[in-house]
Each structure stands twice: as structure tokens, then as C-alpha cells.
């Protein structure tokens, strides 16, 4: 089993990687990123990838976070990306690219995974969810240590609201919402989560984690929420313990 493993992190606006270590969850060598083509298309994104993985002389192991359902290797959904991933046996193409043996991971899935071993879930042995809130809001389910795979919890409906486009961070940033009024939105949210899934933690995750301390106040959830701790790492060092624990 291999110490180091290359994580790479695919956005809509930058792909970042470094290689990292799986004892400790640690980034072994500075972040290098590099912006995501656009249009940002398979082949686009591919070379980018490919680019990467050469700047760090790499010729082992990759685990890749990207903005989609993720079966398999065949990409089911595309956010903020090229639509034709849709369908597309992405983590094959990126294989084939990079001339590296990879695993291809949904972006949360990756973080929520990073968290919870090393990060704001290290020590909880129940079921834990990690929500990011950004653009959209993505999820990851972990439940004794499983994951449970692309949730895309971001998507629930309440009321007549899609969750995403009404309690995301970029919906509380265009609608001009104190955090008090964000928070009031969130309750609801959690609400639905812990009739749906009784969590025993929840991780708030997404830049505007670094935050946190001017929205948890308003916060009246039943389960604990903790702010995620890893921020920009979390996608790279989960993307590279999911080679381990399922690329392998």
C-alpha cells in the first residue's frame, strides 16, 4: 500500500492537487493549481489534469475530486462543467491522460471522507454529515466510517424550495441575507436532515466554514455542528484517501 498518494481536486474555477500522506492526512509538497479550461471540456480538462500530475514528476497513484455523481468512474451529473461529462467514463479518460493508476471521487464525498479522519470528525464513531456551502451545496454521508455515495443532499425540496438555490452560500451572498436570516433558512434545512438521516454530528463545510463563529449563535439545531476544519485541503487529501479505500 502506498504512503503517498497524488490528490487532485477539480473545480469549476481551479484544479489543485498535492501529493499526501495517508498516516496523517498532510499535503507533502505546496498546492499547485492550476485554472480550469473553459470551456472547461473533457479533453480540455484532461490535459489540465495531465499537467498537473507532470509538474509533480508523478507517476503513482491518483485519487480525483470532481464536481459530479461519480459511478463507477463514469461521471452522472456535470456542475460547473463541460455538460459532455455526462455519461463519460471520466476517471478512464483521466487515467488514460495522466498514465497514472486513478480513482475518480464526488468532490463532497472526498472532503466529507477527509474530515472525518483527520479533520472536525476525527473520533466520532456514529453517522456523520458534512454540507459544504458554496455556488451550490454539496453533501457527504459517512455512517460508521462508510460512505454512503453522492447523496447531492443540496437538492432536497422544502416547501416549494429547492434547497440549493434558496440556502447556499451564494444564495445568502445575491439576496443580501444577515447571517441571522441565513441561519433561519438553515434551521429549517438541518430540521429536514435530522428527521431524514438522525446524524450525530454535523461538519459545515465550504469557505464560508472560516466564518462560522458569526452564524453559530443563530444556529438551533438538536444534533452538534462543528466547522469543518481541513478548508482548502479537504478535497485534496480526501481525493487521495479514496484511492486507498477503494481504488486499490
Same mark, same amino acid.
Given at each position: 500500500?502506498?504512503h503517498?498518494?497524488?490528490g487532485?481536486d %477539480?473545480?469549476g474555477?481551479g484544479i489543485?492537487?498535492?501529493p ?11 498546492r499547485w493549481?492550476?485554472p480550469?479550461p473553459?470551456?472547461?471540456?473533457p479533453? +480540455?480538462?484532461a490535459?489540465? #489534469? ?7 514528476? !508523478? ?5 480525483? +475530486?470532481?464536481?459530479a455523481?461519480?459511478i463507477?468512474?463514469?461521471t =452522472?451529473?456535470?456542475?460547473? #462543467? ?12 483521466? +487515467? @488514460? ?12 464525498d +472526498?472532503a ?5 479522519r !483527520? ?5 466520532c @464513531?456514529g =453517522?456523520?454529515?458534512? *454540507? ?15 460512505? %454512503? ?8 425540496? *422544502? $416547501?416549494k424550495?429547492? %434547497?440549493?438555490?434558496w440556502a447556499?452560500e451564494?444564495?445568502r451572498?445575491?439576496? $443580501?441575507?444577515? !447571517?441571522?436570516?441565513?441561519?433561519k433558512?438553515l434551521? =429549517?434545512?438541518?430540521a429536514?436532515?435530522d428527521?431524514?438521516f ?7 463545510? $465550504?469557505?464560508? @466554514?472560516?466564518?462560522f463563529e458569526?452564524?453559530?449563535?443563530? &444556529?438551533?439545531v438538536a ?14 487529501a480526501?481525493?487521495?484517501l479514496?484511492?486507498? &479505500?477503494?481504488? @486499490?
Amino acid at each position: 500500500m502506498p504512503h503517498l498518494v497524488l490528490g487532485i481536486d %477539480i473545480g469549476g474555477s481551479g484544479i489543485k492537487g498535492a501529493p499526501v500522506d495517508l498516516e496523517t492526512g498532510a499535503l507533502r509538497a505546496d498546492r499547485w493549481r492550476i485554472p480550469t479550461p473553459q470551456p472547461a471540456t473533457p479533453e +480540455a480538462v484532461a490535459q489540465a #489534469v495531465a499537467e498537473l500530475v507532470q509538474h509533480f514528476a !508523478w507517476s503513482g497513484p491518483v485519487g480525483c +475530486a470532481f464536481p459530479a455523481v461519480v459511478i463507477s468512474g463514469v461521471t =452522472r451529473s456535470a456542475a460547473n #462543467v463541460d455538460a459532455a461529462f455526462i455519461g463519460l467514463n471520466t476517471g478512464q479518460l483521466l +487515467a @488514460s491522460a495522466t498514465g497514472c493508476p486513478l480513482h475518480l471521487i464526488n468532490d463532497a464525498d +472526498a472532503a466529507g471522507l477527509a474530515e472525518a479522519r !483527520w479533520g472536525a470528525g476525527k473520533g466520532c @464513531s456514529g =453517522r456523520i454529515l458534512l *454540507l459544504t456551502f458554496g455556488t451550490g451545496i454539496g453533501s457527504a454521508l459517512i455512517d460508521s466510517g462508510r460512505l %454512503i455515495a453522492n447523496t447531492e443532499l443540496g437538492h432536497l425540496q *422544502l $416547501g416549494k424550495h429547492e %434547497i440549493e438555490p434558496w440556502a447556499s452560500e451564494q444564495a445568502r451572498e445575491e439576496q $443580501g441575507l444577515s !447571517w441571522k436570516r441565513w441561519a433561519k433558512r438553515l434551521n =429549517r434545512y438541518f430540521a429536514l436532515l435530522d428527521l431524514l438521516f438522525s446524524p450525530d454530528l454535523y461538519i459545515f463545510g $465550504g469557505g464560508v @466554514s472560516k466564518h462560522f463563529e458569526h452564524l453559530e449563535k443563530y &444556529l438551533k439545531v438538536a444534533t452538534p455542528v462543528v466547522a469543518a476544519q481541513l478548508h482548502n485541503d479537504a478535497g485534496i487529501a480526501g481525493a487521495a484517501l479514496s484511492w486507498q &479505500l477503494f481504488g @486499490s
